[in-house]
């Protein structure tokens, strides 16, 4: 808690003048362009990694970067992304899973969250990911790799369930995307629906436009 208290202070007496005039314009409103669904994860930062000012990114982060699907309640994910899309309007929506993710780890060896039984419940919402993961011929060593490229895919999916998506989607005011960022070395990839493979994100971004048959 010292090290926060302490940073802190170094934000207020260092950081924030040089975003100044920026957090004063942003005191009232926000417009953001982007919505990023991304992990809890400690070791993943939204705005570290894209380089984004305050007011560029909003966020949505929960174990596993997991979009529940559509039922008409009022949960935070579904509220939240429902506010970004109708009410700030943002253009893009990405979901971005990561390198070594946790979430994943456990949806592939429950034992690992025998425990938590909050944490299995939550992971069924990731049940396509694991099917999809089993039906593979994929080696052991692979397994985890791809879970987690597969699981942005099936997010995109359940996104579509969303009525405010859908309509936006159907206007053309909002585009989908797929990425994974790799921890250790810095890079991240984005799904290539046209060749239906992530590949390393380049300045181009292009939109996932379809509903994804998730292939192993």
């Not at 808690?1 to 260092?14: C, N, Y």
């Not at 809890?40 to 007011?55: E, F, I, K, Q, Y």
């Not at 966020?59 to 009410?87: M, T």
């Not at 253009?91 to 425990?115: F, K, Q, R, Y």
């Amino acid at each position: 808690m010292d090290r926060l208290i302490a940073g802190l202070k170094q934000f207020r007496t260092h950081t924030y003048p040089q975003y100044k005039q920026q957090f004063e314009a942003l005191a009232d409103v926000q417009h953001p362009r982007v919505l990023l669904i991304t992990c809890s994860d400690s070791r993943v930062v939204p705005n570290l990694v894209t380089s984004a000012d305050p007011g560029e990114l909003f966020i949505i982060r929960n174990a596993g970067n997991l979009v529940p699907p559509y039922d008409g309640g009022a949960g935070g994910e579904a509220a939240s992304l429902e506010y970004a899309v109708a009410a700030l309007g943002v253009e893009h929506i990405v979901v971005c899973g990561h390198s070594g993710c946790g979430a994943m780890t456990a949806l592939l060896d429950p034992s690992l969250a025998a425990n938590m039984p909050s944490v299995q419940k939550w992971l069924e919402l990731a049940a396509a990911t694991r099917a999809a993961v089993d039906a593979s011929t994929l080696a052991d060593a692979d397994r985890l790799s791809r879970a987690i490229e597969i699981n942005t895919l099936c997010q995109l999916n359940n996104l579509r369930t969303h009525p405010s998506v859908a309509a936006s989607l159907a206007r053309g005011n909002v585009q989908l995307h797929a990425w994974v960022y790799n921890i250790g070395s810095g890079a991240v990839t984005a799904y290539d629906e046209a060749n239906e493979r992530f590949v390393e994100l380049n300045e181009t971004l292009h939109p996932v436009r379809n509903h994804l048959a998730i292939a192993s």
